[in-house]
């Protein structure tokens, strides 16, 4: 069993920057890629960027590409987003999650409880 915590989120104004964290804990929570997605209200669940749990490669979202930057501190189980240049549509919960190595939500299998970042025009 993994557990998945996320922080961080927040209040910006358009065009500042933040960073999200989401701490993996478990016995094999090293052993997962770990994903970040969003969720607008009203709308569904949406992949963001993903890192393998080696940390060497990472993918990302054509609407993030550029503007955000996923990282991974193996040491502390934790895995980052920096979110620069934030726009008001970036405006969601975002969810961390450890599974598969894909953009793909249903290859992931843990889940944290969402952080909401609100980005103000």
């Known amino acids: 069993q993994v557990q998945v915590v996320e922080s961080g989120g927040g209040l910006v104004q358009a065009g500042d920057s933040l960073r999200l964290s989401c701490l993996a804990s478990g016995r094999t929570a090293g052993d997962y890629a770990m994903g970040w997605f969003r969720q607008a209200p009203g709308k569904e669940r949406e992949f963001v960027a993903t890192i393998m749990a080696s940390g060497r490669y990472t993918y990302y979202a054509d609407s993030v590409q550029g503007r955000f930057t996923i990282s991974k501190d193996s040491a502390r189980n934790t895995v980052y987003l920096q979110m620069n240049s934030l726009k008001p549509e970036d405006t969601a919960v975002y969810f961390c999650?450890?599974?598969?190595?894909?953009?793909?939500?249903?290859?992931?299998?843990?889940w944290g409880q969402g952080t909401q970042v609100t980005v103000s025009s």
């Open positions: 999650a450890a599974g598969a190595y894909s953009g793909d939500k249903s290859k992931y299998y843990y």
